[in-house]
């Protein structure tokens, strides 16, 4: 009987086995690309916040307090920075269609596959 309890009883290696038969099913090219994820920032920009943080975290044994302090701040910039990608990228959608610019079922398409991006990372962390 114990053995028949223990063979039916759900681990979650079973759980990860199962999503990825899910997943390699005919539609896995589908699916990559629909969870591919998209840059948020430029390359330079990223590089710049990479070598902030780098800075700041090379200090942490030196001045722990002020380097969280410094990682608090850098981390409000990156939120606020990404807000402002977001919220240009809304304005510009917003012009080309107060102006009555027909706007393409493809730009629109990744606008949105860059929010679906962003916000399967969000839950993610």
Excluded: C
């Excluded at 290696?13 to 005919?26: F, I």
């Excluded at 690309?33 to 800075?55: I, Y």
């Excluded at 722990?64 to 910039?77: F, G, H, I, N, T």
Aim: without cysteine; proline residues 1%.
């Amino acid at each position: 009987m114990n053995e028949q309890v223990s063979e039916q009883r759900l681990h979650t290696s079973d759980v990860v086995e199962m999503a990825e038969r899910q997943y390699t099913s005919k539609d896995t090219a589908v699916r990559s690309a629909e969870m591919k994820e998209t840059a948020l920032f430029n390359e330079d920009e990223a590089e710049d916040f990479r070598s902030r943080w780098n800075a700041i975290q090379t200090n942490f044994v030196d001045e722990p307090r002020s380097v969280v302090e410094e990682a608090d701040s850098l981390v409000a910039q990156t939120i606020k920075r990404i807000a402002e990608v977001f919220a240009d990228e809304r304005t510009q959608l917003e012009e080309q269609w107060s102006r009555g610019d027909d706007v393409s079922t493809e730009d629109l398409r990744l606008t949105l596959q860059r929010y679906r991006s962003f916000f399967h990372r969000l839950l993610s962390v």
